[in-house]
């Protein structure tokens, strides 16, 4: 089973419905306890870095998912969840993230050519092959909506990145953590098949 | 690189989807749930849901038929009418919604734009402006084009620009439902007074107006009459933008 984490950021309303669409078992949990049950987990996330980690600590999750982490079962980070595998966030101020990913999450820079935040569809290129994300033949744009970007320590986590002022990564993988920016639940065709493929992995690769 | 979008308005009335001009005249066009269905088979860019009687009537099924497409459209929506205060927007967003359009709200309580922005951060405000040409001003009107504000274009603009909105969405009444093209000398106007992205509405009648619209700054194109009338749809839209050099969304 596919378990959502509801740690009180945001609405999961479309990304439960993304998940069942694809015809996969999901829960969305607010027991902390309930973790150790799925096989694989989502951490979703909307907003502020700083209060979403510190939502996600004062509601207990951090020990249940440092566990299935550690246990090499799958976990998919989205937007602000991508960002919370970080170590640290500097979004008013800076704050602690999970370091599942090693990296810091940076503001993007904001101009009149890409006015902050980057909201809408981007392509998204491909830098090595992932089980979770390969993209052989053509680009398939992605929906965004987000104003830091996650900026990894080892180029060799980076899978995939976009471009918006600078190039920056949009999906991150290390073992068996992956991490996306866009939001496959809002991303039609492509975003479902995301969610396909994460629901398909084993978590090695 | 970020995309130019094409986004297909739908006009509610009750449960129902309508069209009209000059913001009167609305003719029933059809079911929400099964035009968003299309849409969504079509792959449209975003889509934005307005009930045109909300903010005279006080109610809205907004909720309710947003919370039946979303069940089966994996897409951004954007929904507005009659919104005015934070709880209105957050069950909005837990219906589904990722952006609230705020137009009458915004002259007649424009500290909700802020107040939007604050909680669920700017990208989840659009700020709506209607208006009519007289002479060489624009004039703002709220309540669906019914009531004239003294307020002049730009200076809105500006204003809810300030007041945090994420991006601004200008519809020409003159131009509503004509299919004459959008009025470019309004977009002009509120793309020179504001760094926000701009989406014009108001006028499209064919795909050459949709590439009017964003030469002149647009980064969105709204339209309605475009795509329920007659067989145009947002993949040959997409089409002949990418031909002419605009980068569009690739499905």
Request: with cysteine; hydrophobic share 40%.
């Amino acid at each position: 089973m596919i378990g959502i984490i509801d740690y009180g950021v945001g609405n999961l309303r479309s990304l439960r419905n993304a998940v069942d669409h694809v015809g996969l078992d999901v829960d969305v949990l607010t027991d902390p306890e309930a973790l150790a049950s799925c096989d694989r987990l989502i951490l979703p996330g909307v907003g502020a870095f700083g209060s979403a980690a510190d939502s996600l600590r004062a509601r207990g999750f951090e020990p249940a998912l440092r566990a299935h982490a550690a246990a090499g079962k799958p976990l998919l980070g989205i937007c602000v969840g991508m960002q919370l595998l970080a170590d640290v966030g500097l979004e008013f101020g800076e704050h602690r993230g999970l370091g599942l990913i090693p990296g810091k999450v940076r503001p993007l820079e904001s101009s009149r050519e890409h006015p902050i935040p980057h909201v809408g569809w981007n392509d998204v290129k491909s830098q090595r092959k992932h089980p979770v994300f390969d993209v052989p033949k053509k680009n398939v744009d992605y929906y965004f909506v987000h104003s830091f970007y996650f900026d990894p320590e080892s180029p060799d986590d980076v899978v995939a990145v976009s471009e918006y002022g600078r190039i920056f990564a949009t999906v991150v993988a290390r073992g068996n953590i992956v991490g996306c920016q866009f939001h496959p639940e809002k991303s039609q065709a492509g975003g479902l098949a995301f969610l396909e493929r994460f629901a398909a992995w084993d978590g090695t690769c | 690189m970020l995309k130019r979008r094409i986004i297909p308005v739908l006009l509610l009335r009750g449960d129902r989807v309508v069209k009209g001009k000059q913001f009167t005249d609305y003719r029933d066009t059809g079911n929400p749930v099964m035009a968003t269905r299309v849409y969504n088979a079509q792959a449209a860019d975003e889509l934005l849901f307005l009930d045109i009687e909300a903010t005279v009537t006080g109610r809205s099924r907004l909720a309710e038929i947003l919370s039946r497409v979303s069940e089966e459209a994996f897409m951004p929506f954007a929904v507005g009418g009659g919104i005015r205060t934070k709880a209105e927007v957050r069950a909005l967003i837990a219906a589904g919604a990722d952006k609230v359009v705020i137009t009458t709200g915004a002259v007649e309580r424009p500290e909700v734009v802020s107040e939007v922005a604050e909680t669920f951060g700017s990208q989840c405000v659009i700020a709506g402006i209607d208006v009519r040409r007289e002479g060489n001003r624009y004039a703002v009107y709220v309540r669906s084009g019914r009531v004239r504000t003294e307020l002049e274009l730009q200076d809105h603009v500006r204003k809810l620009d300030e007041l945090g909105a994420g991006e601004i969405l200008v519809n020409s009444i003159d131009q509503d439902g004509m299919m004459g093209g959008y009025d470019l000398d309004m977009l002009a106007r509120a793309v020179e007074a504001t760094n926000k992205p701009v989406i014009v509405c108001g006028g499209a009648g064919n795909f050459r107006h949709l590439e009017e619209g964003l030469r002149a700054g647009a980064h969105a194109v709204a339209c309605a009459s475009l795509f329920h009338f007659g067989d145009n749809n947002p993949p040959r839209a997409r089409a002949y933008l990418k031909n002419v050099g605009f980068p569009v969304k690739t499905v």
